[in-house]
């Protein structure tokens, strides 16, 4: 959610504050604030972007080797300058940035209120840096010693960067559920929230686990738990181009990372299909692969875009592999007191790999002595590190909040795991397996095609932006590219729009239909077309709007819909991979044209770390 961003060292850090906020905007962009410590502690806030607090700070004193920086997405209190971060002490002793949410601050606050403290927020943040505040002046404790006594009592998560001014040398940055990453410099140290402002000026980090407390000089660290237990320093080396995270001549994030699919789908599956195409190789599930090929039930877990390609997955384990397949949204997984068995095969699914309700429902399942797996795009985030095994899905960084890339990502990782078990299972013979392979090869060459045809999404996207409702229906493989097409579209530009099974239409959504309402129907040639075809003809009875994906040189809908997209034809268990390209460019054209923020949509965050 929100992002953090520290330096400590010889620079000057605010080129390097501003610079790692901007690149850290796309987890949250309601107020973004600075402290800089030149001596004194300088903070600056206010609401609204990046650039708004750049303008805000113009002629002010930017001088100072330590600082550290906060872009917000708000929890607790509305988003104006007063609730933006950093936080300070009522005493002024300490400067706070959070990312988190410290669940029992109701209680802190009154037993602070109970000892004099007033507040000026209406953040949990607030609490906390007087919380501390209270513990160093009362115990006369080192800065750091009050840090650790103050998170001891706190409930919740946190990702949190904090500067004392009796230790005007040090940064103190603490994690627990929410992420921070520590990049090494010479004589210099940097901490995100991820390694993208980081990565410009090193490649050696250090992710901090959960109950980590690091004491940050510019030539000194030290990294203990909060119960004060010494830990040793793991260095890792971090994968990551500065290009990956640049807009490369693209207008949008989003934009780059539709067309980088081609790649990302290669990228996921390079290394893995063998160059004869004959074999599927997982290398992170080697030693658990006779476990899953056991499974008398997978369960799926995800939120948002990374639900959607889970039930894909759903359906093509359910066709290859022929073990039943469950998948969850994480918030009511883990809540709702599911049933898990010991030898249950549990699938998180998530780009991030920092969502809060996927890893609260992975520890559950671990509670219960399932084997949890997980499907990420992060390399060095939380999920990979909670689960026993998994699958990166390499796709690169994806920046734009609505998520493109990372979902077909995660559909090829599913369909190799589906085609690997078939095999294994002796479900399908070398024939069948080679040809899926083939399939699965063929992708990003046919994802160049769609791509190429860009200009007619544009065109129809110049008709449709102004609806204020649309529908996507699709069959099988296809109902959760519906789906998936209809988040895309209302997450972005706002319009109203819903994601159904086709036959389904009959049981509600038909009666919304009339002239005005645009229906997107995935109807590519599959084992359910025909069926496909009368759906679109209901949707023309009533005089809806068709514009239909169809199969290359498809003549029959052509004359029934008003608007038909071509896509090349595929494998029906491949063919979700091609048909929500056209539905990613649509909807990004529609926001586009309708003046909306495409990469950093109102309200949304790309990374969900609160529940
Ligand atoms: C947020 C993002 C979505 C994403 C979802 C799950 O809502 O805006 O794009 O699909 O979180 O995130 P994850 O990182 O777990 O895939």
Redesign the pocket.
């Known amino acids: 959610m929100c992002g953090i961003v520290g330096y400590i060292g010889l620079k000057q850090a605010y080129p390097i504050l501003v610079k790692g906020l901007k690149r850290l905007e796309y987890r949250g962009y309601d107020s973004a604030g600075i402290a800089l410590i030149n001596g004194d502690t300088n903070i600056y806030k206010k609401k609204g972007k990046v650039s708004d607090l750049e303008e805000h700070v113009k002629n002010k004193n930017l001088s100072g080797t330590i600082g550290f920086g906060h872009t917000r997405w708000a929890t607790h209190g509305e988003p104006n300058d007063t609730n933006a971060h950093p936080h300070v002490s009522e005493k002024g002793y300490f400067a706070l940035i959070h990312n988190g949410i410290i669940e029992n601050y109701a209680y802190l606050r009154k037993k602070l209120e109970s000892r004099g403290y007033s507040f000026y927020s209406e953040t949990d943040t607030e609490i906390l840096v007087n919380l501390i505040e209270y513990i160093y002046l009362k115990g006369k404790v080192e800065p750091e010693m009050a840090v650790r006594m103050a998170l001891s009592k706190v409930v919740g998560a946190y990702g949190l960067v904090i500067s004392c001014k009796d230790a005007p040398d040090q940064l103190i940055a603490a994690r627990r559920g929410s992420p921070l990453v520590i990049g090494i410099g010479d004589e210099e140290y940097f901490i995100a929230s991820d390694a993208t402002p980081i990565v410009e000026y090193t490649k050696s980090v250090i992710y901090l686990n959960n109950d980590n407390v690091a004491i940050l000089k510019k030539n000194e660290l030290t990294l203990k738990t909060i119960d004060d237990v010494p830990l040793s320093v793991t260095i890792k080396q971090l994968n990551l181009d500065i290009g990956e995270i640049e807009k490369n001549g693209y207008d949008h994030f989003m934009l780059k990372e539709i067309f980088e699919q081609p790649k990302s789908i290669h990228d996921t599956f390079r290394g893995r299909i063998a160059a004869d195409l004959s074999e599927i190789k997982l290398g992170g599930l080697l030693d658990v692969m006779d476990r899953i090929e056991k499974a008398k039930r997978i369960i799926i877990i995800?939120?948002?875009?990374?639900w959607h390609a889970g039930l894909v997955g759903e359906y093509l384990l359910e066709e290859y592999a022929r073990i039943p397949v469950e998948v969850e949204y994480g918030s009511e997984f883990r809540y709702r007191k599911p049933i898990i068995y010991e030898d249950d095969i549990v699938i998180a699914?998530?780009?991030?790999?920092?969502?809060a309700d996927?890893l609260a429902a992975i520890n559950l399942a671990k509670e219960q002595n399932a084997l949890v797996l997980g499907i990420c795009n992060v390399v060095g985030s939380s999920i990979p590190r909670e689960t026993h095994a998994g699958v990166f899905t390499h796709a690169g960084p994806e920046i734009g909040?609505?998520?493109t890339k990372?979902f077909t990502a995660q559909v090829t990782v599913l369909a190799m795991m589906a085609f690997l078990l078939s095999k294994k299972k002796g479900l399908i013979n070398d024939e069948e397996y080679k040809a899926l392979i083939t399939e699965l090869n063929d992708i990003p060459d046919k994802i160049e095609i769609i791509l190429k045809n860009n200009d007619q999404f544009k065109k129809i996207a110049e008709l449709y932006k102004d609806a204020s409702n649309a529908l996507y229906l699709g069959r099988g493989y296809f109902f959760p590219v519906a789906l998936e097409g209809a988040l895309k579209l209302k997450?972005i530009s706002y319009i109203h729009a819903e994601g159904y099974p086709a036959a389904e239409m009959k049981h509600g959504p038909i009666a919304l239909i009339d002239k005005n309402m645009p229906v997107f129907v995935i109807a590519t040639k599959d084992r359910s077309y025909e069926k496909i075809v009368s759906n679109i003809q209901e949707v023309k009875a009533r005089n809806g709007i068709v514009i239909a994906i169809v199969t290359e040189g498809d003549t029959i809908i052509k004359n029934l819909a008003d608007h038909v997209l071509e896509v090349p034809a595929a494998e029906a268990a491949l063919a979700s991979l091609l048909a929500v390209v056209p539905l990613q460019l649509l909807s990004y054209h529609i926001a586009v044209m309708r003046g909306c923020n495409v990469d950093q949509p109102r309200n949304?965050?790309?990374?969900?770390t609160v529940e």
Request: negative net charge.
């Open positions: 995800g939120c948002g875009t990374s699914i998530s780009q991030s790999g920092e969502t996927t909040v609505a998520s990372a997450e949304l965050a790309k990374s969900v």
